[in-house]
């Protein structure tokens, strides 16, 4: 059964999981729903016609827990690291439907030694220009699941107001000494993009 996790706990995720190794990041989050134009022309032409909410998750890669390349970075627009052991499964551009909305796969024992934290970021893209918000977003969460065997292992729900926020800083991935523990940080920003959250690593 997975584990549910409250901002700031953390975990062992190795200790205790014998050869886990192979493990998939969900994210998922939902547009909060807001009333359309009724009628015939609201129903052809949308409603309103705001831009659809576009949230996208990265992993920053830290060494010593400090951005030093951007092989290390891995989003929409580089979907693997250059050492091939985090992998991001493309972008969503709507966060409609059940379940993650984005993924990424991560092969522990294959992480470079240097490579100490991996930081799970979701940003909404180009908010500013859009005015768009993490209090327009609802029900975000990340999970971990053995990639081995399907089973989730621990869900951490960001239950908190997020209005006026344009980054989440989701979650840590780390090294403790020989292991693995997972961080549920849940920290909103009010970085423009993802270009500004990489700021506060280097």
């Known amino acids: 059964m997975a584990i549910s996790l409250q901002k700031g706990q953390r975990i062992d995720l190795t200790k205790g999981n014998a050869g886990l ?4 990041v969900g994210l998922g989050w939902d547009p909060v729903q807001t009333k359309k134009s009724s009628g015939i022309l609201g129903g052809l032409f949308g409603g309103g ?11 920053i890669m830290l060494q010593d827990d400090k951005f030093v390349s951007k092989n290390n970075l891995v989003y929409f627009g580089n979907l ?10 493309g972008d969503n551009l709507t966060g409609d439907g059940d379940g993650d909305d984005e993924q990424i796969s991560l092969d522990l ?19 500013v220009r ?3 918000d993490f209090g327009m ?6 999970r971990v699941v053995n990639s081995n065997n399907n089973e989730e292992l621990l869900k951490f729900n960001l239950t908190e107001n997020y209005s006026g926020k344009t980054s989440l800083v989701v979650a840590d991935i780390y090294r403790h ?23 506060r690593y280097m």
């Open 21 to 24: 190794s192979k493990v998939m």
């Open 49 to 59: 016609g705001a831009p659809q909410i576009d949230c996208d998750a990265s992993v």
């Open 80 to 89: 693997k690291s250059a050492c091939g052991s985090v992998m991001h499964s």
């Open 109 to 127: 024992k294959n992480i470079p030694t240097t490579i100490n934290k991996l930081v799970f970021v979701v940003n909404i893209y180009d908010a």
């Open 130 to 132: 859009r005015k768009q």
């Open 137 to 142: 977003i609802q029900n975000a969460f990340i």
């Open 177 to 199: 000494g020989s292991e693995w523990k997972f961080a549920a940080v849940g920290t909103g920003t009010n970085d423009a993009g993802l270009q500004d959250v990489v700021r």
